[in-house]
Nanobody, 117 residues
């Protein structure tokens, strides 16, 4: 079993920054990959940033150049540095761990990010 605990959300003014953290515990495999999704009010959940094979990263077009995903493998923790935040970035941000075999997704409880104009 895997547990994901997010932290770092909050209220920030437009142009500000926040750093989200996600600590994974339990049975973590070296082939597991982690990343971030978000769900804005009235919208479907969407990918924000993710680690893919070979340690490369993948970002949603809307956050490229402003958001940075990073990780500390020793701590099984991933981070999402969010700069130049805009009101449209307001959402609940979810940490995700994807296991390839068997194909399984684990989710954190979500952390609210609110950007005021």
């Amino acid at each position: 079993q895997v547990q994901l605990v997010e932290s770092g959300g909050g209220l920030v003014q437009a142009g500000g920054s926040l750093r989200l953290s996600c600590a994974a515990s339990g049975s973590i495999f070296s082939t597991d990959v982690m990343g971030w999704y978000r769900r804005a009010p009235g919208k479907q959940r969407e990918l924000v940033a993710f680690f893919i094979s070979g340690g490369k990263t993948n970002y949603a077009d809307s956050v490229k150049g402003r958001f940075t995903i990073s990780r500390d493998n020793a701590k099984n923790t991933v981070y999402l540095q969010m700069d130049s935040l805009q009101p449209e970035n307001t959402a609940v941000y979810y940490c995700n761990l994807r296991r390839l075999l068997p194909d399984t997704d684990y989710w954190g409880q979500g952390t609210q990010v609110t950007v005021s104009s």
